[in-house]
């Protein structure tokens, strides 16, 4: 996805595309339609092969959550292609914000419950800081847990939070990268 849409920067395939009577808004929401229904896709694949081994309700709700998950790291990955618009910078980023997105509940915990030197000022910063990037970050370790493979099939009602979730955060990124590409002279 970074690929194509450097490739298109880089080929000038996009100033053909914006020079006809159409908003920079659809070229965006047309991007992110096809790649969250790739996404989607990939997820189902996925998840088709877990109907053999686990309860359907069970392999269902994985498939679903893995499907948002994937929108979020999508939207992200979008946001960095249209912003850096050098490949090798995007899919650092997009690497970065997914692994602190799946680490930063641990990380908290961690901050929270220090060994040593929980009363020393750089601690106290530090925890403030995390806590912030807690508070604008999604939180990934909550989206396509094992355990529901394992144990039990979440409620559909967390399901229901983690759509919203996902819904608020692609929408977020979806807008920041309208933002982006709508200021910049192509």
């Avoid at 092969?49 to 929108?71: C, D, K, N, R």
């Avoid at 490949?87 to 997105?101: D, E, K, N, P």
């Avoid at 847990?145 to 559909?156: F, G, R």
Wanted: charged share 10%; hydrophobic share 60%.
């Amino acid at each position: 996805m970074l690929a194509s849409v450097s490739r298109e920067f880089n080929d000038k395939g996009l100033d053909v595309a914006l020079a006809l009577d159409v908003p920079r808004s659809h070229y965006i929401l047309g991007k992110l339609t096809g790649f969250l229904t790739v996404g989607a896709c990939l997820a189902a694949v996925a998840a088709l092969p877990l109907t053999f081994f686990v309860p359907l309700e069970s392999a269902a709700a994985w498939g679903l959550s893995l499907s948002l998950e994937i929108g979020i790291v999508i939207a992200a990955a979008l946001f960095c292609a249209i912003t850096f618009r050098q490949l090798i910078a995007a899919a650092s980023f997009v690497v970065g914000f997914y692994v602190l997105a799946r680490v930063l509940t641990a990380v908290q915990l961690m901050s929270a419950h220090p060994l040593t030197g929980a009363d020393t000022p750089a601690h106290q910063v530090t925890r403030i800081v995390i806590d912030a990037l807690a508070l604008v970050m999604p939180a990934l370790d909550g989206w396509t847990q094992t355990a529901w493979l394992v144990v039990a099939a979440p409620d559909w009602s967390s399901l229901g939070a983690l759509l919203f979730q996902s819904v608020l955060y692609t929408a977020l990124l979806c807008a920041a990268t309208m933002f982006d590409f709508y200021r910049r002279n192509l």
